[in-house]
């Protein structure tokens, strides 16, 4: 049974996948979203989570898709004609020229960040990603309009982690369950390892940030998104971590700012 003009948003991200029904007012900050998610193992596995997410693709009428997942997660997806919209990054939409020379090579996630930054904000910003990887985006917005400038992409902390792990074998720790802010010089090696990481994280954003001062006319905002956004704002230097604004969610929130614009 599909549902009257319901249109399903799918962010197949790196390592799990986030869903929700586009919300009537889906623009609006003090919107709220119920979003669902799932690890890749559960959707390529067909466990009771993902059936979840097939039941809903089954009763959308419209089904929007960012997957920066791969084809593997694509070939669980059921044949769905032209009520897939798998989105790709364009050399502009809804008011947001592209900075990359070529445009389909910027991921979709970070394109759909950066549209529902534009619609929420309408300003200059500094967009980070903290997940499994670490992106970090220039929006840039004067006389000419709103354009992505560029960015950079690194490893995320569990990432970094990971190949301090695999790499040094006297740093075999396992991934800390427990995030307390730590002093700038570490005790131990554990958490040695542990600032080593997030620093890097706190010290490219820093970077980045005083990039884009000399890009624009006013200060720009700086917001963060991702499963580490809470942690890296911990970190960063009091300056720039008052300036921080935390949103959830920005790529389904991007993919219902393009869902909205094809009923316009």
Known sequence: MKLLNAKLLIDAGNTRTKWAWCPEDASHAST?????????????????????????IEQAEQVWLSNVAGSDWLQRLPALGDKLHLVQSQASALGVQNGYEQPSQLGSDRWCSMLAVWQQFGRPTLIVTAGTAMTIDALVVNKAGARFAGGTIQPGLRLMWQSMQQGAAQLDYAYPLEHDA?????????QAMWLGCVQALSASVSAQFERMLALVDSVPLLVLTGGDAQLLHQYLPGTLSAQVIIVDNLVLKGLACLAKNTDE
């Open 182 to 190: 730590l002093p700038g010089f570490a005790q131990e090696s554990l």
């Open 32 to 56: 709220v979203w119920q979003v669902h998610a799932l690890e890749h193992e559960q959707w390529l596995q067909a466990d009771v989570e993902a059936q979840r997410l097939l039941q809903a």
